[in-house]
């Protein structure tokens, strides 16, 4: 079942050990496919090392297993609020990622401080509020998933990909596993350069002219980034 879209996401949970984005059992991928209401995540606890494709677990949008040997990730229900909150998005990654978890523990958002920033995100990258302790002791991971879609307040997932939640850690998403992952590559480097020009001199936003002029380029009806398809 799904055959497809597990080899898809075996792959970008690997890519995310690629590009030094999780350590030891931290962090993962999952993909939601809409047309069968089924979701495709990495098993719980599971090594990145020993993990196969076959380890893949399917569930419903209850989180239920469908198909898998194994218990589907604790993040599980994390998932399955952002795939409902966000129809068009198909595919989240978390990480514990340094810097942006840096960032995200700190409860403060990254400022777009530069191009770099400004070409994968239109502004800020937002922190999240604080759980309640009634929303930690009552149904901690859907919560949390409500949580980050709470953040970007009805603003479409896919001009601001990814949100950090405060005290925890960054997620990302995209169309696919392997936007979500290409966005949390790109996040921790802004994150670090964040940092880093923090430590030179107080930063300023970048204007908002050039935020525009670099996001749209590439995000836009009338982007000129790349080659034509």
Known sequence: MLEKLKEDVFRANLDLVRHGLVMMTFGNVSRFERSSGLMVIKPSGVSYNEMTVNDMVVTDLSGSVIEGALKPSTDTRTYL????????????VYTHS?????????????????????????????????????ETETD???????????VLGGAAPLTMPAVLVTSHAPFTWGETPA???HVAVILEEVA?????????????????????????????????????K
């Open 192 to 228: 670090r350069m964040a940092t880093l020009t923090a430590s030179i001199a107080p930063p300023g936003e970048i204007d908002k002219h050039l935020l525009d002029r670099h996001y749209l380029r590439k995000h836009s009806s009338g982007s000129y980034y790349g080659q034509k």
């Open 179 to 181: 936007q979500a992952v």
């Open 81 to 92: 609020a952002l795939y409902q909150a966000f129809p068009g998005i198909g595919g989240v």
């Open 98 to 134: 340094t810097y942006a978890t840096a960032w995200a523990q700190a409860g403060m958002a990254i400022p777009c401080l530069g191009t770099t920033h400004a070409d994968y995100f239109h502004g800020p990258v937002p922190a999240t509020r604080r759980l309640t302790a009634e």
């Open 140 to 150: 901690y991971e859907y919560n949390t998933g409500l949580l980050i879609a709470e």
